[in-house]
């Protein structure tokens, strides 16, 4: 085809690159038609509905020269798009994101959007602990989620915290979520939370060897997590039940970790939780059930 010069020539030749590639999908798309609308869009400030008289608009040479650029980044070295237009997508919300932070892209965003009923009533909820912030988007989209709810936030690392400031700063709720550089519960005020919700670093040494190479642009500190997957997990197992208020309730994300946590728990009365759109590995338990 001829050299691309408008958004809708750009979106078909970026799926037919992409659908020529050898590409792994999972950071906000799954197939080379929304990978390209993502990168092509975004990469021009432009909303995923963009009318027909924006895209058949004709391009400047400088966009046209960043678009191919950035789809042949794409191609050569496996980044996702994610970090090329700086942007993700959570629970509805755009978040700022770049390779000092994961991607957005856990399905604890269907239990927000749902206020986690019917496990959580909405009117008991009034403070809420994310910890392993990263971005910030869940602890943000629970603010939204709760608007009388105070959300506290943590993290072991200033840049990432500072990411998360930011993403805090754009959705406007300062006055309401807080930050903390915490490892887990570490140097956390002792504070009764009605949930905690984690999506924490879960994969093990043996899984992050076979992990595709868009994912090895992620931190690793983000997704290491000890010989079997479980160190971080553990410890917020194991202390989680002090920071709990009476009826609060545990919320963690553990992936493929998730028969490794039963073998390493089997007191504990574990619920898993399934999801309309897709995922798995999530486990809740009862401020009851830890102690």
């Known amino acids: 085809m001829a050299f691309p010069t408008t958004p809708r020539e750009f979106l078909a030749y970026?799926?037919?690159r992409f659908s020529s590639a050898d590409l792994f999908y999972g950071h906000g798309t799954d197939n080379p038609a929304d990978e390209a609308a993502y990168l092509v869009?975004?990469?021009?400030?432009?909303?995923?509905?963009?009318?027909?008289?924006?895209?058949?608009?004709?391009?400047?040479?400088?966009?046209?020269?960043?678009l191919q650029g950035l789809i042949e980044r794409r191609i050569r070295e496996c980044i996702p798009v994610?970090?090329?237009?700086?942007?993700?997508?959570?629970?509805?919300?755009?978040?700022?994101?770049?390779?000092?932070?994961?991607?957005?892209?856990?399905?604890?965003?269907?239990?927000?959007?749902t206020r986690?009923?019917?496990w959580l009533p909405e009117t008991q909820v009034q403070r809420i602990l994310d910890i392993g912030t990263g971005s910030g988007c869940i602890a943000i989209a629970c603010a939204c989620a709760f608007p009388k709810a105070r959300?506290?936030?943590?993290?072991?690392?200033?840049?990432?915290?500072?990411?998360?400031?930011?993403?805090i700063e754009d959705h406007q709720?300062?006055?309401?979520?807080?930050?903390?550089?915490?490892?887990?519960?570490?140097?956390?005020?002792?504070?009764?939370?009605?949930?905690?919700?984690?999506?924490?670093?879960?994969?093990?040494?043996?899984?992050?060897?076979?992990?595709?190479?868009?994912?090895r642009h992620e931190p690793v500190q983000a997704l290491l997590a000890g010989a079997d997957g479980l160190a971080i997990v553990?410890?917020?197992?194991?202390?989680?039940?002090?920071?709990?208020?009476?009826h609060g309730v545990l919320?963690?994300?553990?992936?493929?970790?998730?028969?490794?946590?039963?073998?390493?728990?089997?007191?504990?009365?574990?619920?898993?939780?399934e999801f309309e759109y897709g995922g798995e590995g999530v486990l809740l338990l009862t401020a009851e059930d830890l102690r």
Not at 41 to 66: G, T
């Open 173 to 215: 709720l300062s006055e309401r979520v807080s930050l903390f550089k915490a490892n887990i519960f570490q140097d956390l005020p002792l504070t009764q939370y009605d949930l905690i919700v984690s999506n924490p670093p879960y994969v093990s040494e043996a899984d992050m060897r076979s992990l595709p190479a868009e994912y």
């Open 82 to 113: 994610a970090y090329l237009v700086n942007e993700a997508w959570f629970a509805g919300m755009p978040f700022y994101v770049d390779q000092r932070v994961i991607i957005p892209r856990s399905p604890l965003a269907e239990l927000i959007e």
């Open 116 to 118: 986690f009923a019917p």
């Open 251 to 273: 919320i963690i994300e553990v992936g493929n970790s998730q028969d490794a946590v039963m073998d390493a728990f089997p007191q504990l009365p574990f619920t898993w939780l």
């Open 151 to 167: 959300v506290d936030a943590t993290d072991i690392d200033d840049e990432v915290l500072a990411i998360a400031e930011k993403n």
């Open 41 to 66: 869009l975004r990469a021009l400030a432009l909303p995923f509905d963009a009318d027909a008289e924006v895209l058949d608009r004709h391009l400047e040479q400088r966009q046209r020269e960043r």
């Open 14 to 16: 970026a799926e037919q």
């Open 234 to 246: 553990r410890t917020i197992l194991q202390q989680a039940g002090a920071y709990l208020a009476k």
